[in-house]
């Protein structure tokens, strides 16, 4: 199998536009919420795209799209290449419509050189991977991976009252040309091409991020109790101030967990204080705190150390103190052998590369408990993302569709004798 395929990056670029122009926003970003009107109309394009070249279309019933070219033998599980289409409110036009498009721009190439791979290639387009208008987010390849719906999923409303599962079937409807498939199924591997939304690629003048994994997240709910008393006459000896508690424990989270591993992310980004008077002393502090490694068991340490803190200093300050953890997410370890070939790919071209861990979720962190996966990353100006201002270079957005054609090439090929 050739790996000198080169791509059409005129073609790519165009089609980048014309999906932006789908959602357009004043200010040069895209607002495509998940299973909106715009949404649709992305999925019409790329739909009309792919029957045009003689790729069949398929969808499953969470909406994720399908275009699929056959290869030699299409007994074998396909290689699943794509991303998303639907974006933040005052969101970019990179984020999931690069990747998705790039892997439209690889089916097409191949067709274009009459390229037959080993098995057949499937670009997928992922329902709802922002979250931002229906929760949770990364929706279509959580279905896809677990093969069940979240609960309560019928439920789920936008802001505007909009149920999720009646756009869910407006949204199947609007594409009767796609045929029914079921959810799930296995694949070869899965390759994802997304913009990196973070400042590491740019700073480091690296053009391709090797992404071997997605960090993993947990969030915990840390509830201080201490006794409400009047701000003026409560001496310090009198008081069991859970604010004053609260306060240390976050001071010394920020002093300690960042500085001391480049890894760790700590955020703080909720507080409430009761009763929430100027003149009383708070009697409950709640916070959440969002802690974030590539490292399951640094996860643990961090969280175990945490918990020793607020207890060590809730009985310091005269306060009780519980810890609850409300969502954990594990991090996700990309395939070493797929990591390998696509910075095989990107050497091969003499595009310097950087491996790193993703700091944000993707669909592929579903897909890595499913099946071999991996990720290309690409700079974006600033690090700037979920932002109608995010950019990326021509250049930047051709070699990083270039390295995922490269890399189908060859993951079809090496993983089609594994
Ligand atoms: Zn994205």
């Not at 803190?309 to 809730?314: C, K, P």
């Not at 009780?320 to 095989?344: Q, T």
Request: charged share 20%; proline share 5%; aromatic share 6%.
């Amino acid at each position: 199998m050739t790996g000198g395929s080169a791509i059409d990056g005129r073609r790519l670029l165009a089609r980048l536009d014309a999906f932006a122009a789908i959602g357009a926003t004043p200010a040069g970003g895209v607002n495509r919420p998940a299973l909106s009107a715009e949404d649709r109309a992305a999925r019409a394009l790329l739909a009309s795209l792919g029957a045009a070249r003689g790729f069949s279309i398929s969808q499953d019933a969470a909406a994720n799209l399908f275009l699929r070219r056959p290869g030699a033998d299409n007994g074998r599980p396909p290689l699943l290449i794509g991303s998303h289409l639907d974006s933040q409110p005052t969101g970019g036009r990179f984020d999931g419509a690069l990747g998705t498009l790039a892997a439209l721009e690889v089916l097409e190439t191949l067709e274009d050189q009459n390229i037959v791979t080993a098995g057949p290639v499937e670009l997928v387009a992922w329902t709802n991977e922002e979250g931002s208008r229906f929760s949770p987010g990364a929706f279509g390849s959580q279905v896809y991976a677990t093969g069940a719906f979240p609960w309560g999923w019928q439920d789920t409303v936008d802001n505007n009252g909009g149920r999720l599962a009646d756009e869910l079937a407006a949204t199947l409807a609007a594409l009767p040309q796609a045929a029914e498939r079921p959810l799930g199924g296995s694949f070869s591997g899965y390759l994802e091409l997304h913009i990196e939304q973070g400042p590491l690629l740019e700073r480091e003048g690296a053009l391709i991020g090797v992404v071997e994994g997605i960090q993993g997240t947990r969030w915990l709910e840390v509830s201080i109790e201490g006794q409400v008393a009047h701000a003026g006459t409560t001496p310090l000896a009198d008081r069991h101030d859970a604010m004053a508690v609260a306060a240390t424990i976050i001071a010394r989270l920020q002093a300690t967990v960042m500085p001391a591993d480049a890894n760790a992310r700590l955020t703080v980004g909720r507080l409430t204080l009761t009763p929430g008077a100027i003149n009383v002393i708070p009697g409950e502090v709640v916070f959440s705190i969002d802690l974030r490694h590539p490292s399951g068991p640094e996860i643990d340490r961090l969280e175990a150390e945490i918990i020793r803190l607020v207890s060590e200093t809730a009985e310091g300050g005269g306060c009780h103190a519980s810890v609850r953890r409300s969502m954990d997410v594990a991090p996700a370890r990309f395939d070493k052998r797929l990591i390998g070939i696509v910075e095989d790919m990107a050497k091969r071209r003499s595009f310097s590369c950087q491996r790193m861990f993703s700091g944000a979720f993707h669909d592929a962190l579903f897909m890595a408990r499913l099946g071999p996966a991996a990720m290309i990353f690409v700079p974006c100006r600033g690090g700037l993302s979920h932002n109608e201002a995010e950019y990326v270079e021509p250049h930047q957005v051709i070699a990083g569709a270039q390295v995922l054609c490269d890399a189908t090439l060859e993951a079809v090929a090496a993983l089609a004798v594994a």
